[in-house]
Antibody, heavy 120, light 110 residues
Framework: QVQLQQWGAGLLKPSETLSLTCAVY????????WSWIRQPPGKGLEWIGK???????NYIPSLKSRVTISVATSKNHFSLKLRSVTAADTAVYYC??????????????WGQGTLVTVSS | EIVLTQSPGTLSLSPGERATLSCRAS???????LAWYQQKPGQAPRLLIYGASSRATGIPDRFTGSGSGTDFTLTISRLEPEDFAVYYC???????????FGPGTKVDIK
């Protein structure tokens, strides 16, 4: 059974860079896409972007200038960097496996979530 | 970009009752690209339905997804105590290739 475990710094100051990593256990890394999704406190879900095992990425336009998602296939890890954070970036960040390819894309499973707070 | 609207915002029901949740898209969505998730407080979302009507592994058959075009529905036939949660619909747009979620419907105990 595939499990995703994520980690990273939980408290940042404005203008710093958010950095999170997600490790994939118990399943293949190739053949899937790997996404980051965030959820501000008390609010809904926002997809940030995805990467496939070969390194091809897609990002939501509103964050594209600040986001980098990268993959370390040999380690079954993928990472998120979000530059120049502000209080508006405060959220729980989730990693998730994208399955269904281009025919029926959806997310399963998800990581446990990491609360990232941006405060001076 | 396709916008998803979910209604109602909150649904107050009793255990054993039927829940009908709506997800409406601002333009037509391929049924293959519509999914539903359940989220409980402090937990990550869990996949319920993909391809508009296919249940994910381990999801009880009291959860049914249906719909096409711009209107999709998640039905919970008889609410169990563990079903009280927030439900999100999600669609994938191939051009541009991005995912969007609806704002969610909270199903709480009446």
């Amino acid at each position: 059974q595939v499990q995703l475990q994520q980690w990273g710094a939980g408290l940042l100051k404005p203008s710093e860079t958010l950095s999170l990593t997600c490790a994939v256990y118990g399943g293949s890394f190739s053949g899937y896409s790997w996404s980051w999704i965030r959820q501000p406190p008390g609010k809904g879900l926002e997809w940030i972007g995805k990467i496939n095992h070969s390194g091809s990425t897609n990002y939501i336009p509103s964050l594209k200038s600040r986001v980098t998602i990268s993959v370390a296939t040999s380690k079954n890890h993928f990472s998120l960097k979000l530059r120049s954070v502000t209080a508006a970036d405060t959220a729980v960040y989730y990693c998730a496996r994208g399955i269904g390819g281009s025919s029926s894309p959806h997310f399963d499973p998800w990581g446990q979530g990491t609360l990232v707070t941006v405060s001076s | 970009e396709i916008v998803l609207t979910q209604s109602p915002g909150t649904l107050s029901l009793s255990p054993g009752e039927r829940a009908t949740l709506s997800c409406r898209a601002s333009q037509s969505v391929s049924s293959s690209y519509l999914a539903w998730y359940q989220q409980k407080p402090g937990q990550a979302p869990r996949l319920l339905i993909y391809g508009a009507s296919s249940r994910a592994t381990g999801i009880p058959d009291r959860f049914t997804g249906s719909g096409s075009g711009t209107d999709f529905t998640l039905t919970i036939s008889r609410l169990e105590p563990e079903d009280f949660a927030v439900y999100y619909c999600q669609q994938y747009g191939s051009s541009p290739p991005i995912f969007t979620f609806g704002p969610g419907t909270k199903v709480d105990i009446k």
